[in-house]
């Protein structure tokens, strides 16, 4: 059996102050994965139209930004294009319309 010599916030304390720029990034997680979604629908706008993945410009924001999986990038950049054929999403930014 071991025994500890630091707290367990002490020795994080000093990870974080010995490295600089050292980050430890959370693994994304395809949010339609975890949600068990079979099937994209344009119609919802409610999951597509957050700014989570349309960028500021009016992009579809790529993969490693979203954390999304590529069977569901596919659908995903399907389903937000038809939605702005069918205008139920702008196809660029409020900003650059001149509103």
Avoid at 53 to 63: C, H, L, N, V, W
Avoid at 70 to 77: C, D, F, M, N, Y
Avoid at 90 to 97: G, I, K, N, S
């Amino acid at each position: 059996m071991q025994r500890r010599t630091e707290s367990g916030s002490a020795a994080r304390r000093e990870r974080r102050e010995g490295g600089r720029g050292e980050r430890t990034s959370r693994r994304k997680v395809c949010q339609f994965c975890h949600d068990h979604v079979r099937e994209i629908d344009y119609k919802e706008i409610g999951r597509l139209g957050r700014q989570r993945y349309i960028s500021d410009r009016g992009k579809i924001e790529p993969r490693r930004k979203t954390g999304t999986c590529a069977k569901h990038q596919r659908r995903l950049s399907v389903a937000l294009k038809q939605a702005r054929h069918m205008a139920l999403l702008p196809y660029t930014a409020e900003h650059m319309r001149g509103a």
